[in-house]
């Protein structure tokens, strides 16, 4: 199938696709268009079967397919379709299905997205029905997002608490992630937080945090995932220093294991097709795994996550958190999966014992990555006498300088762990996380700590 582009920026030009085109103002799209009507990432075309479709990814303006606007419509030899300004006329192969007939095509134009007194309202559409009474295509009911309140501000946005309300008085909380208006019109940040978006809408574990929806309003977005009704390990290390108390060192190798599990999960996802995403997270740090109220761990915040099909190559800049990173991320060279183990083997470290190893005094950042690509981490016993030596050989070997010295998967590490945790009789779960933290949460309250 090919695309003729008559009118715009690319008039003139022809682009050719097997089985799939993605058209869109971002460069990772395979056809761009240097048109700021046109959203970073637009539309599709692609085949299914010997049938070719076209389909709305979320755009603000839309697509036009001869004269009526479409969500998802099937395209025949010779149709044009109009993005922002470019006119397309579409060359199909002879070998391709073509609509019965003209008469089966319906102008199914979309209210556009708005926001209106803090709701995000998304686009809805409903299309036809075959005559066995079997759904086809489209089938969106309006869904609209209530912010509540503001949860947290980040480097790039912010966090609201959310209600989403469906059809007969359905309501779902929810988290709303944003962008910062000042980030909006920087492309590389809006890549970013779309590709956090792509990247994790399919990894659905119960260890990470559920992506449900990537919006638009106005000029910007936002993503709607999975509400968290719990703490971060942040506030529960800083529950244990002022409470003057250690974690019980079950309770601190149970929150690991869970992380490697969904860790195993994301470095393992493969596409469609079954090749690997080469997904690392980058930032596994307190800040980005929650506990729930039931004592479930989630890993949370791929913003700074890696696929090669959907982020730029960006070796050679300082992504993550300074305090958490591994030696080969401070010295801005290639990482894969390992370096992910590294942050959790600091991670798991300043649980046993309430030390951060690389704590960066009086924003001293250079200092701080300097000591990291030196990689010089004391044994845990010298802070917590107590510390079984099993766990300390595998807090150790994640933490070793070199990627080929540490475990080699998350899945290995998760499995070292937990035999450490079962293999005398009964361990941790997440009824024994849950009760700790309702606990601690209690304890602290009565002391008078926030």
């Known amino acids: 199938m090919k695309l003729i582009f008559q009118t715009g920026p690319l008039a003139g030009s022809r682009f050719e696709g097997e089985t799939e085109i993605t058209v869109g103002r971002d460069p990772s799209n395979d056809v761009s268009i240097p048109d700021t009507s046109v959203s970073l990432v637009h ?26 606007r479409v969500i998802t419509a099937e395209l025949a030899d010779g149709d044009v379709l109009l ?25 199914v134009a979309a209210q556009a997205a708005t ?10 559409v409903l299309v036809d029905q075959h005559p066995n009474d079997e759904l086809s295509g489209n089938i969106f009911g309006t869904v609209t997002y209530f912010l509540k309140r503001k949860i947290a501000d980040g480097g790039m946005g912010s966090v609201y608490e959310a209600e989403q ?28 937080f779309i590709g956090e978006a792509k990247l994790v809408a399919n990894l659905v574990h119960q260890n990470i945090v559920q992506i449900h929806h990537l919006g638009r309003h106005e000029d910007g977005y936002y993503i709607a995932m999975e509400y968290i009704d719990g703490i971060n390990l942040t506030s529960f290390i800083h529950l244990h220093r002022k409470l003057k108390r250690a974690t019980p060192v079950e309770i601190a190798s149970f929150i690991a294991s869970r992380i490697c599990r969904g860790l195993e999960y994301a470095h393992n996802k493969k596409d469609e097709t079954g090749n690997s995403l080469g997904l690392v997270h980058r930032d596994v740090s307190p800040n980005n795994v929650m506990i729930t109220k039931e004592g479930e761990v989630k890993l949370t ?30 010295n801005c060279i290639s990482i894969d999966h390992r370096s992910d183990l590294y ?38 016993r010298e802070y917590r006498k107590d510390i079984p030596k099993s766990v300390v050989t595998i807090v150790m070997k994640c933490l070793q300088k070199y990627p080929e010295e540490r475990y080699q998967g998350a899945g290995e590490l998760g499995y070292t762990i937990e ?5 005398k009789g009964y361990g941790p779960t997440i009824v024994t996380l849950a009760g700790y933290v309702n606990e601690l949460v209690k304890a602290s309250r009565k002391a008078g700590i926030k």
């Open 343 to 380: 942050s959790l083997g600091l991670l798991y470290y300043e649980l046993l014992t309430g030390i951060r190893v690389f704590q960066c005094e009086n924003d001293d950042i250079d200092g701080t990555v300097a000591r990291v690509k030196e990689s010089k981490v004391p044994d845990p």
């Open 419 to 423: 035999h450490e945790m079962y293999s």
């Open 165 to 192: 309300f469906g059809a007969e008085g359905f309501i779902k909380k929810v988290a709303i992630k944003t962008i910062l208006p000042s980030y909006v019109q920087k492309e590389s940040f809006v890549s970013s």
């Open 43 to 68: 539309c599709s075309v692609f085949m299914d079967g010997k049938r070719v479709f076209v389909k709305d990814l979320g755009s603000t303006n839309g697509i036009s397919l001869n004269g009526h």
């Open 83 to 107: 993005i922002g300004k470019s006119k397309i006329k579409v060359d199909l192969p002879e070998h391709v299905d073509v609509r019965a007939s003209k008469e089966q095509e319906k102008d």
């Open 301 to 330: 915040d791929f913003g700074v996550a890696k696929a090669a099909q959907f982020m730029g190559n960006d070796d050679g800049y300082l992504v993550g958190s300074v305090e958490y990173m591994s030696p080969e991320q401070a």
């Open 115 to 124: 926001v209106v007194e803090g709701n995000f309202m998304r686009r809805a």
